[in-house]
C-alpha cells in the first residue's frame, strides 16, 4: 500500500514567518511532488511541484525533496493571513501515474 | 477556457436512490480521478482512469461504480446510496503518465459536488 503522511496539524505561525511543511511516502519509485493548497470547501490548486533532488523556488514558496529520505517539504516565507488553508501533498509516477494524496496540513497565520 | 466540470455542484437525496454525478473535462486529458473529502480523512481516492476504457479501484471504491467510454466523461454512479456516502466529490483530471517539459503532471480540479444522504 502506497502511503503518503503528513502532520495534520494545525500549524500555527505568526504573520511574516516560515511556515514549515513536512511529508513523507513510501514508494522509492515516486518520480513527482506536488504541493496543493486547499481552502475550506473549496477544489484544491496546484501551487509547487518538484522533480529533482533539491530546493525549488517559486516567490515565497520553497519546495525541497530528498528521495533518499523520501522527504518532501514546503516552505512559506513572510506568512500571510492568506496563506491560511490546508496544504496537501502528492505523489505520482513511477509505473502508472496515479497520484496518492496525504490528509494535508492545516496552516494558520495570525494577523 | 480549460476546466473541469462535475454536475450537481449540491444534491440531497435519500436512501437507496441511484444518483450519477457527471465529470466531463475540456483538455483532452488521458487521466481521470474521483475523490471524496471528509473531516480528518483529507482527500480519498475513490476510482481512477488511465484511458479511455481503463478503470481501476482507488481506495475507497465500495458501493460507487464508474466508466470511461469516452476521452472527456468519467461519471460517478451510486446504485444505492447510503448516508455514509454523505461527502464532498471532487473530480479531477491530469494528461497521460509520461512527464515532459510540456506536462508537468498538473491534476485539474472541478469545483466539487456536495453530496447529502438522508
Known amino acids: 500500500q502506497k502511503e503518503v503522511e503528513q502532520n495534520s496539524g494545525p500549524l500555527s505561525v505568526p504573520e511574516g514567518a516560515i511556515a514549515s511543511l513536512n511529508c513523507t511516502y513510501s514508494d522509492r519509485g515516486s518520480q513527482s511532488f506536488f504541493w496543493y493548497r486547499q481552502y475550506s470547501g473549496k477544489s484544491p490548486e496546484l501551487i509547487m511541484f518538484i522533480y529533482s533532488n533539491g530546493d525549488k523556488e517559486d516567490g515565497r514558496f520553497t519546495a525541497q525533496l530528498n528521495k533518499a529520505s523520501q522527504y518532501v517539504s514546503l516552505l512559506i516565507r513572510d506568512s500571510q493571513p492568506s496563506d491560511s488553508a490546508t496544504y496537501l501533498c502528492?505523489?505520482?509516477?513511477?509505473?502508472?501515474?496515479?497520484?496518492?494524496f496525504g490528509k494535508g496540513t492545516k496552516l494558520s497565520v495570525k494577523p | 477556457e480549460a476546466q473541469v466540470t462535475q454536475n450537481p455542484r449540491y444534491l440531497i437525496t435519500v436512501t437507496g436512490k441511484k444518483l450519477t454525478v457527471t465529470c466531463s473535462q475540456n483538455?483532452?486529458?488521458?487521466?481521470m480521478s474521483w475523490y471524496r473529502q471528509d473531516p480528518g480523512l483529507g482527500l480519498r481516492q475513490i476510482y481512477y482512469?488511465?484511458?479511455?476504457?481503463?478503470?481501476d479501484k482507488g481506495d475507497v471504491p465500495e458501493g460507487y461504480k464508474v466508466s470511461r467510454k469516452e476521452k472527456r466523461n468519467f461519471p460517478l454512479i451510486l446504485e444505492s446510496p447510503s448516508p455514509n456516502q454523505t461527502s464532498l466529490y471532487f473530480c479531477?483530471?491530469?494528461?497521460?503518465?509520461?512527464?515532459?517539459?510540456?506536462?508537468?503532471?498538473?491534476?485539474?480540479f472541478g469545483e466539487g459536488s456536495r453530496l447529502t444522504v438522508l
Open positions: 479531477a483530471s491530469k494528461q497521460g503518465a509520461r512527464l515532459d517539459l510540456r506536462n508537468t503532471g498538473e491534476l485539474f
Open positions: 483538455m483532452n486529458h488521458e487521466y
Open positions: 502528492a505523489v505520482g509516477g513511477g509505473s502508472q501515474g496515479n497520484l496518492i
Open positions: 482512469s488511465m484511458n479511455v476504457e481503463v478503470t
